[in-house]
Structures are given as structure tokens and as C-alpha cells.
């Protein structure tokens, strides 16, 4: 029996009485514990390619990569597991301000992928790597103007950064916020972009693209003096897979320009090949000040993320060696582990020269064409996508586009893993508008496998409309 075999063998033995641990022991993220009373937790022991394998030895397709849609290059890649082993030999650690060798290959390699955002800075989830970047545009312009209070940092309704305190505060997702606070002060709220429920009630393009306009009256509000950066996701994940327009990130620029309000993107979620680029933002024309990324630059296989920036901006930060506050007094203990670093430039690799950006563009398409059609059902809103991430609105009434309630879409996301198919849903997002069904499979996914993926929302979705019409 090979090790995996072995492995997977304990596990199946042990499985009464690792249920019997877990129910005992476990806080999961984002659960009510209450539903493990009447039904098995699941518990996951391998994965291969874009399948994942219960304790009892079944078998999914991994529509999620991962559950939170981040092990972009699939499950089993013995490249980055090799390379994760061999840093550890040489050295597993040592604090972030000192380099080691993967560290100041990953920076070179980012910097090549994005040549204006040289600086790079190494943390260990999103939340974090968010904070460094609003601790950076603070602290950028209290170095900058002495004089000034530019602190303020505007997000977007639906967006989600994060769940550290700041990071919720930016959060625009009410049910991710509700119950911790006091928050901290300083976060002020725009419209969303989306379109099929344009907070305007206009419809593109003679909407004069509202939506991003907005921000400047919120800028002329707060008062240019005191907003320091407005962060958005390229294409918003958690708040519904929200396709902002062409135009819309030009005319966020051109108003950040205006102010000199710095754009921090979070490509958490859309970063390394999510959305058919590698980069959500690269499907706009704009140039960000400030870039985030977590999920996808290890796949998930160490936890890692990147803050980077323009040179300009760690310029700021050089102060002469007498000045003790003038640089950036930031640490995180585990940006200093060697092995996510190697991790990253090992998944970067395999994404480029297997061309996995292509393959999500492509297996995208294929997906989004696939259900298209779904929207001549009266419960289905809108279906759409952009590369491995897509979205279908399911609504109650097609007129009033009322949202379905999220019982349903808990109802289908169910009938779907008994289909083998993981597929997700908006949780804990929008009061009353938690109604999309998402779908994120690791970018290495077969047609096969997209082609299952796509049968198994029409099926599920069907057999809904049969029983609730
Ligand atoms: C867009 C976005 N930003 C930031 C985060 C936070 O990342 P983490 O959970 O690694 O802290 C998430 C997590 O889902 C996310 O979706």
C-alpha cells in the first residue's frame, strides 16, 4: 500500500471516532455547529486533480477549489509539495525582516508579472495582507503632509476583506459585520456595481456609469483631505460574483487621480488565473496603487499572502537612519516562513507553463455558454461569469427580482454533492440577498469535468423549478 493509500486507510478505521472528536472538539469556521446534530460534519482526508475524497471514500468534483475558491492549481501537485519539503530542509524560518532566498524570488517573480508594482510584502492570509495595505496608505500620507488627517479608506457594498476588525469594518457585506462592534472608525461605504441590481435603478449603458461617479461625491463628502484610499475587489467573490463594466475602473482612476486617493485592489480571490486573467484587475484599463493577494498564490498549499505597491509609495517610507518612526513599523511572524514563499513560485510556475489562465478563460466560456440558457427559467435572475467564476442569481419573481430564499439555494447546493459535485452559494453576505449560486473549480479542470460541473447545476436547478412551481 502506498503512503496515501495508508493514510486514507487510518483515516477510514479511525472514522467513527474522528466524528466523535470533531463533534466534541471542533469550532469550523463560518458553521452553526447546531446542523452537525442531526447529520454527519463532513471530514475531507485527500485530494487529487480537482477531486476531493471523504472519510468514507467518496468522491467530488471540487467546484470550490478548496471551499473558499482558492486552490486554483488543483490538489496533488507534487512540484509545489517538493518544493515546500526541500525549503523546509534548508531553512524553515526566520523573521520577515530578514530574506531568504525563495522570498526574494517570489518579489522578482511578482514584480515581473506586475512591473508597476515592484514592492512586495510578505504576510499570511488576506485579512493581513488587506491591513498592510491600509496601515501603508495611512501611513504613506501622514509621511507624506505632516499637517493632514488623510486616513479615511472608502470600500464597496457586497465587497468582503477580510474578518480582523479593520478589515470588516471595510467589509461591505452587513451579516460578516453585524454583532463585533464597535468597529474601527474611519471606513465609509459606495454603491456596489452591480448591474442587474443597479442601486440607481438605471440600466447601461445610459447610466452615465453612476455607480463608479459615486465615489466622488463620497470623496467631496468625507472631504478630499481626509481620504487616504479607496480598495476594491477587481470582480466582487463573496457579494455575489459582480462583474463591474469596461468603463467602470477608468472613471474609479480618474476621480482617485482627482482626490490623490490611492486604488488598493484585493485579488484575494481573483488573483492568479480566478477570472481568465492573471490578475481580475488586468480585464480593465487602470493601473492600481496597491495590489493584494492570498488564496490562489500558494493554491492554498501554505498560507501566504502579498501586499505589493508602487515604487513610489515604498519611497515614501525611506527615512534616514536617525528617524525611528519613519518607515514602516510592521511585523507578521509567519511572513517570515520560507516554505509558503517556494509554495507560490512553484504554483506560479506550474500556472504559467501549464497555462492555466487560458484553461480558465476557455473551460469558463464553455461553463458560462453551457447554462446560459437557465435564465429562461422564471426562478433564474441572471447567469454570469467571468473565467473559473461564475454566478447564477436565483430569484423569487423574475419582474420584481425578489431574491430567493436562501433555503433553496442551501436545497440545491445539497441535491448537488449528492450528485458529487461541490458547488457554493453566498453565505452570510446581504441581508435577504444571499440568492447566488457560485461556482470556482480549480483551473486545471478538465472538459469533462466542466461539462459535469454544468450538468449538475441544470440538473439541480431543474429539479427546483419542478418542485417549488
Ligand atoms: C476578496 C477577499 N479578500 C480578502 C479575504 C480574506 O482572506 P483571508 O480569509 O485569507 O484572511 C477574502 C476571503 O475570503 C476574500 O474573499
Redesign the pocket.
Known amino acids: 500500500m502506498n503512503r496515501t493509500a495508508n493514510w486514507e486507510a487510518s483515516c477510514r478505521m479511525d472514522s467513527d471516532e474522528l466524528v466523535r472528536l470533531h463533534r466534541e472538539h471542533l469550532w469550523l469556521h463560518l458553521t452553526n455547529h447546531k446542523s452537525f446534530e442531526a447529520q454527519e460534519p463532513p471530514i475531507y482526508v485527500s485530494g487529487n486533480g480537482s477531486m476531493v475524497k471523504d472519510i468514507h471514500g467518496r468522491e467530488y468534483l471540487d467546484g470550490l477549489s478548496g471551499g473558499?475558491?482558492c486552490v486554483n492549481a488543483g490538489y496533488g501537485q507534487k512540484r509545489i509539495i517538493d518544493a515546500i519539503a526541500e525549503q523546509l530542509k534548508q531553512i524553515p524560518y526566520y523573521a520577515g525582516s530578514v530574506a531568504n532566498p525563495p522570498y526574494i524570488r517570489l518579489a522578482a517573480k511578482l514584480a515581473e508579472l506586475l512591473p508597476e508594482l515592484p514592492k512586495v510584502y510578505i504576510a499570511n492570509?488576506?485579512?493581513?495582507?488587506?491591513e498592510k495595505a491600509f496601515k501603508m496608505s495611512r501611513q504613506y500620507f501622514r509621511l507624506k503632509y505632516p499637517g493632514k488627517d488623510k486616513y479615511k479608506i472608502i470600500y464597496r457594498h457586497r465587497?468582503?476583506?477580510?474578518?480582523?476588525l479593520a478589515?470588516l469594518a471595510a467589509t461591505g457585506q452587513f451579516e460578516r459585520k453585524a454583532g463585533y462592534g464597535p468597529l474601527p472608525e474611519g471606513f465609509v461605504e459606495m454603491p456596489h456595481a452591480l448591474c442587474y441590481r443597479c442601486h440607481f435603478g438605471k440600466t447601461y449603458p445610459s447610466c452615465n456609469i453612476d455607480c463608479a461617479q459615486a465615489l466622488e461625491t463620497i470623496i467631496q463628502q468625507e472631504g478630499p483631505d481626509n481620504v487616504a484610499a479607496v480598495i476594491l475587489?477587481p470582480i466582487?467573490?463573496?457579494g455575489g460574483i459582480i462583474i463591474p463594466v469596461d468603463e467602470y475602473y477608468p472613471i474609479i482612476q480618474e476621480i482617485c487621480r482627482k482626490y490623490e486617493v490611492l486604488i488598493i485592489m484585493?485579488e484575494?480571490?481573483?488573483g492568479f488565473g480566478r477570472t481568465g486573467k492573471m490578475f481580475g484587475s488586468q480585464h480593465y484599463s487602470f493601473d492600481p496603487d496597491i495590489m493584494?493577494m492570498?488564496?490562489g498564490l500558494a493554491s492554498s498549499y501554505m498560507?501566504i499572502?502579498a501586499t505589493v505597491t508602487k515604487k513610489y509609495i515604498f519611497d515614501q517610507f525611506l527615512a534616514e537612519p536617525t528617524d525611528t518612526m519613519g518607515y514602516f513599523r510592521d511585523i507578521s511572524t509567519f511572513g517570515g516562513c520560507a516554505a509558503g514563499c517556494a509554495a507560490a513560485l512553484a504554483n506560479i510556475n506550474i500556472i504559467e507553463e501549464q497555462d492555466l489562465v487560458a484553461n480558465s478563460a476557455k473551460m469558463g466560456e464553455y461553463l458560462l455558454d453551457s447554462l446560459k440558457d437557465l435564465e429562461e427559467l422564471p426562478h433564474v435572475g441572471q447567469v454570469r461569469g467571468k473565467g473559473l467564476f461564475l454566478g447564477i442569481e436565483m430569484v423569487e419573481d423574475k419582474k420584481t427580482k425578489a431574491p430567493l430564499p436562501e433555503k433553496y439555494l442551501a436545497m440545491m447546493v445539497a441535491d448537488a454533492k449528492a450528485d458529487g459535485v461541490i458547488i457554493g452559494r453566498m453565505v452570510r453576505s446581504v441581508p435577504g440577498s444571499n440568492n447566488v449560486l457560485t461556482a470556482a473549480p480549480p483551473l486545471i479542470i478538465s472538459k469533462e469535468e466542466t461539462e459535469r460541473l454544468a450538468n449538475t447545476f441544470r440538473k439541480v436547478i431543474e429539479k427546483l423549478h419542478k418542485e417549488i412551481n
Do not use: C, L, Q, R
Open positions: 473558499v475558491w492570509s488576506g485579512s493581513e495582507a488587506n465587497d468582503y476583506h477580510g474578518s480582523t478589515v475587489e466582487t467573490a463573496g484585493d484575494v480571490v481573483n493584494t492570498a488564496k498560507p499572502s
